[in-house]
C-alpha cells in the first residue's frame, strides 16, 4: 500500500535550472495537490488539480507550472528555479465529496536552489 | 489575521503527560476538522477527523471542537517518546474542491 509516491527525495538546483517533481496515488483520487512547507509558515497550496483533465491556481503559484498526466500523476515543473523557491514540496490526494475530504500526502522532495 | 492559528511551541513534556494542542480560527464556514501528526522528514499523516462541533476519541487520542468559540483542541493521554512529532490542524468549509486551510504547527516532544 504505497498510497503517494515523489521522486525525487532530494534535489539541489542551481538558479536558473528547471527541474520536475513527480507524484503518483494509487488510491483511485481524483483531486491531487501541490504543496510548499516553509519554516513557520505551514502548508501553501501552490496548485490542485480537482479532477483529471482540470487544475487550478492555489495560493502560491507564481514561478510553477503542473501536468496532470492521468488520474494517477500529477507533476509540479520548475521552469527557472530561484533561491526563493528552496523548501519541501508535498503532493497529496483525496476523494471527491462535498467537501472536507481528508488529503494523503507523500514523503516530500526537499529542494534546495544556489 | 491568518485563517487559522497555531502556536508553534516547543512544547517539551514528561512522558505519561496529558498534552493539550489547540488551534482557532477565523472563518465560521469551516465545518470539517483535521489533526494531522508529521514525524521529521516525513509527510503529514492524518490522526483525527471530525465534523462540525462535538469530541471524538480514538485510543489515547481526543480531539474536540468547539464551533461557538472556533476552537478545537487535541488531547494526547499518556503521552510517549513515540508521539514526538509537529502537530498541524486543518479545516475545511466543504463544498469547491475540497481546499483544506492548515496551522503552521505545532512541535512536540516527549521525553523519557
Known amino acids: 500500500n504505497a498510497g503517494v509516491t515523489q521522486t525525487p527525495k532530494f534535489q539541489v538546483l542551481k538558479t536558473g535550472q528547471s527541474m520536475t517533481l513527480q507524484c503518483a496515488q494509487d488510491?483511485?483520487?481524483?483531486?491531487m495537490y501541490w504543496y510548499r512547507q516553509d519554516p513557520g509558515m505551514g502548508l501553501r497550496l501552490i496548485y490542485y488539480?480537482?479532477?483529471?483533465?482540470?487544475?487550478d491556481k492555489g495560493e502560491v503559484p507564481n514561478g510553477y507550472n503542473v501536468s496532470r498526466l492521468n488520474k494517477r500523476e500529477f507533476s509540479l515543473r520548475l521552469e527557472s528555479a530561484a533561491p526563493s523557491q528552496t523548501s519541501v514540496y508535498f503532493c497529496?490526494?483525496?476523494?471527491?465529496?462535498?467537501?472536507?475530504?481528508?488529503?494523503?500526502f507523500g514523503d516530500g522532495t526537499r529542494l534546495s536552489i544556489l | 489575521q491568518k485563517e487559522v492559528e497555531q502556536d508553534p511551541g516547543p512544547l517539551s513534556v514528561p512522558e505519561g503527560a496529558i498534552v493539550s494542542l489547540n488551534c482557532t480560527y477565523s472563518?465560521?464556514?469551516?465545518?470539517?476538522f483535521m489533526w494531522y501528526r508529521q514525524y521529521s522528514r516525513k509527510g503529514p499523516e492524518l490522526l483525527m477527523y471530525?465534523?462540525?462541533?462535538g469530541n471524538k476519541e480514538d485510543g489515547r487520542f481526543t480531539a474536540q471542537v468547539d464551533k461557538s468559540s472556533k476552537y478545537i483542541s487535541l488531547f494526547i493521554r499518556d503521552s510517549q517518546p513515540s508521539d514526538s512529532a509537529t502537530y498541524l490542524c486543518?479545516?475545511?468549509?466543504?463544498?469547491?474542491?475540497?481546499?483544506?486551510?492548515f496551522g503552521a504547527g505545532t512541535r512536540l516532544a516527549v521525553h523519557p
Open positions: 497529496a490526494s483525496s476523494g471527491t465529496g462535498t467537501g472536507g475530504q481528508p488529503q494523503h
Open positions: 488510491m483511485n483520487h481524483n483531486s
Open positions: 488539480s480537482a479532477s483529471e483533465g482540470t487544475t
Open positions: 472563518n465560521s464556514a469551516f465545518q470539517y
Open positions: 471530525t465534523y462540525s462541533s
Open positions: 486543518a479545516m475545511s468549509g466543504g463544498g469547491g474542491y475540497n481546499k483544506l486551510i
